[in-house]
């Protein structure tokens, strides 16, 4: 592959993990029983980045499905739900 291919590829995998870096800090505040709605959560990040917040959901949602230690409801009233440890 052509490497300005490579190099574009690269930047743009970056940008990507920092975004879903930023998310998983973003998370992990979130107390057990809570819930952070994904549209909150994109204006959260999407702002950190500069980046809006209909840029940014497409790339969280990839993310957030069967993100360990929460469930994701659907919905208006959805969100990311932190689940309670249960030992």
């Not at 998370?27 to 959560?41: D, M, N, R, S």
């Amino acid at each position: 592959m052509d490497e300005r291919i490579n190099q574009h590829l690269d930047l743009a995998t970056q940008k990507i993990r920092q975004i879903f870096n930023k998310t998983s800090d973003r998370l992990e505040q979130v107390k057990p029983g809570e819930t952070l709605t994904v549209g909150k959560l994109s204006s959260d990040v999407g702002a950190e980045v500069g980046l809006t917040r209909g840029q940014v959901y497409p790339i969280l949602v990839m993310m957030l499905d069967n993100y360990p230690g929460f469930k994701r409801k659907k919905g208006s009233s959805g969100g990311m739900e932190r689940l309670i440890a249960v030992c």
